[in-house]
């Protein structure tokens, strides 16, 4: 119909018309962000930037997800119940309650669809759309002077966009890694957390029922590497959902702020199928990702034997051996800890690249020095 009448217009009515259909399109990414509604939540996963060639501009990563926690659902209290009955927990208990928290993390409402928008470097961007996860990515280019105006120790905050009136602050942080040094990229479950993977049962406890436990050591050896100047990227197998009790654990154990590289996971899309993909699968294509970010960075793979943490770095180190530095590996009790496994999975790198360590002085403080460019 909107076509029929153009047709019909005199020419100053069409190029009138025309134009107001050019400012329509432009108008409409603008008109359809949206400030999060009071039933909803959003969280920002910490990213890290790089900065490009010249030093006049940095690529910022945003990744966040957007939920309706659904508090007081039916079924969601059901489902609830029903796993504390399986692990054999009372409702009022301790165990209970928190088992009861970090489930309901996965039965929340997810909100596809939503274009928000972010206050960062005293702009105010848009982001694109939300997936049916929830979940939303954008990529921002920024000016490397304004960006540095609101750094704070190479640390770029940001928030989301909300109602006037609307008290709550939704907030997020960017690292800022230097273009020359070194990146540790860390597996969480068994290599810095006590999860207990192989085993099905103490694994569930693990996940949802008790206190997360760190590894002994590895906080303290972080932390040294992290003084050296390094950057850290957890990439792990665990699901997003799992984020914000994971962020909170590493915070309070003392371990470097870095950027979270988690799995996807849904109850009611195909990503559940995710849950059951190997780390062989999952990790690799997110390693690579990282090392293109970084041509200029040196790399600290640090993992544990329980899954495939040495064949995944393994064969990364060959396909970059000159952006390796350093593979760790923990010898998990009950592990595949067999010779033969490890003289395969890092065949054709140097002996002296690659580690197995119970201990994690191991992990020597004097590996990372900053790096001057």
């Known amino acids: 119909m909107v076509h029929v009448q153009a047709v019909g217009m005199g020419l100053g009515h069409r190029v009138r018309w025309l134009s107001l259909s050019l400012l329509a399109a432009l108008a409409a990414p603008f008109a359809l962000a949206s400030e999060p509604k009071s039933d909803e939540t959003v969280v920002f996963f910490p990213t890290t930037a790089a900065l490009s060639w010249d030093g006049s501009r940095w690529?910022?990563?945003?990744?966040g997800w957007i939920y309706e926690p659904e508090r007081n659902s039916i079924w969601r209290r059901e489902v609830v119940e029903e796993v504390r009955e399986q692990l054999n927990l009372e409702a009022d208990s301790e165990d209970g309650r928190r088992c009861a928290d970090r489930a309901a993390l996965f039965l929340v409402d997810n909100e596809g669809g939503k274009k928000l928008r972010i206050r960062i470097a005293g702009h105010v961007e848009t982001l694109g759309k939300s997936e049916g996860n929830g979940h939303f990515e954008a990529t921002l280019s920024l000016d490397a002077a304004e960006v540095r105006r609101h750094a704070k120790d190479r640390v770029l905050p940001f928030e989301a966009v909300t109602s006037e009136g609307d008290p709550r602050h939704f907030r997020g942080r960017v690292l800022l890694p230097p273009q020359y040094g070194v990146s540790v990229i860390s597996d969480i479950d068994d290599t810095i957390k006590v999860t207990e993977v192989?085993?099905?049962?103490?694994?569930?406890?693990?996940?949802f029922v008790l206190p997360f436990e760190a590894v002994p050591g590895m906080a303290a050896a972080y932390a040294a590497w992290a003084e050296g100047g390094a950057t850290f990227h957890y990439v792990s197998s665990s699901p997003w959902q799992l984020y914000e009790p994971l962020e909170q654990f590493t915070s309070q154990e003392g371990f470097p702020a870095g950027a979270y590289h988690l799995k996807h996971f849904g109850l009611k899309d195909s990503t559940v199928l995710d849950l059951f993909k190997s780390a062989s699968e999952t990790k690799p294509p997110i390693i690579r990702a990282i090392l293109d970010r970084y041509p200029h960075h040196r790399f600290i793979f640090v993992g544990d034997s329980g899954e495939k943490d040495p064949e995944v770095y393994g064969l990364i180190a060959r396909e970059r051996p000159t952006q390796l530095l350093r593979v760790f590996i923990r010898r998990v009790d009950g592990a595949d800890n067999r010779d033969e496994r490890f003289t395969k999975a890092f065949a054709g790198i140097p002996a002296a690249k690659w580690t197995?360590?119970?201990?994690?002085?191991a992990l020597g403080?004097?590996?990372?020095v900053p790096v001057k460019k």
């Open 59 to 63: 690529t910022v990563p945003i990744h």
């Open 198 to 207: 192989r085993d099905r049962r103490e694994f569930l406890r693990h996940t």
């Open 356 to 361: 197995l360590f119970s201990d994690p002085s």
């Open 365 to 368: 403080a004097d590996l990372v």
